[in-house]
């Protein structure tokens, strides 16, 4: 009966044991890919937060290039695959919402001051005042409006000051002038606030000083707590002769 040596015996025990598997590291920059992509929501915030979502992607292309040359090799695509579609997601998104926010609220303030050059063309002049008063001034819906600014003094004065303006006398008092809006030429947002330009040329009529533009400036403000918005007229100016 032959009898097997200790080295044969051990080279078979060898043989029949399974190899262990390589052990290989994660990529850090496929986890700091995918660290930027779950921060990336922060972009939903405004636009100076826009670079969260950019950052990863110089970090995807730093561990992709890991994952494809590392020595030894690493792990870790799917979570730069992650990392990179979330921040591709949020990135879009934030873009989306701020162009849907800049056409809504460039034609609700177009509308707005639309109408409360309405007003002066009407003649309501108190009502007007009102809408260029902030509106923690301006009075209760249904007040009598020419008692209250006969009653108040300071409100008064600035309603005198209000109507002596160039601009405004020139709209109110002059039935043919003709004005059409040309353009937004500002738009600033500051928290829950936006500050609009608008430019309106003087198509008919004549406005004093003004060589055919006339500029109004208006506020859309969200007060905390408050999903309603408060407009006001912050200003109203024309454009300067230039010899």
Known sequence: MERSSPANTMMDQNHGEPELPQYRAISPWAVATLIAGLAAPLALIGPLLWW???IAIPLALLAFRQLRTGDPPYIGKNAAVC???LAALFAGWAVAQRLSREVRS??????FVDDWLELLRQGKMHEAHQVATTAGRRTAIGTDLESFYKVQLEAGKEFEAFQRSPIIAAIAKNSDLELAFAEITTH???????YFTLRYEVVRGHVPSTNGSIWISAKREIPPGSTLAEWQINSYS??????
Request: hydrophobic fraction near 30%; charge should be negative; charged fraction near 20%.
């Open 238 to 243: 024309a454009t300067e002769v230039t010899e």
């Open 52 to 54: 969260v979502p950019l």
């Open 106 to 111: 460039t034609s609700e303030a177009q509308r």
């Open 188 to 194: 600033a947002v500051q928290g829950n606030t936006d």
């Open 83 to 85: 990392g990179i579609c």
